[in-house]
């Protein structure tokens, strides 16, 4: 399953990948956080939708486009 950048306000167009909090290669669960969201307003814990082995796509500190895909479960 692909990892995207989430759309989460209305107006948000782009948000900056500030931190992983999974290494690459490690097995997550449902509901566990991988990433740090940042935008102009918050920063936000984006969670696994499924469980899955972490794949990093994306280097952290780095701002993508909303539907950016950053990583994947495997």
Known sequence: ME????QLGVTMVEGTL????????TAVSAGEGIY???TD???TEIEAPVDGVLRIKAEADETYAVGTVVGELI
Do not use: F, M
């Not at 990892?3 to 989430?6: A, N, Q």
């Not at 500030?18 to 290669?25: P, Q, R, T």
């Open 3 to 6: 990892l995207s950048i989430p």
């Open 18 to 25: 500030s931190e992983w909090l999974v290494a690459d290669g």
């Open 36 to 38: 740090l969201l940042e």
């Open 41 to 43: 307003k918050i920063e």
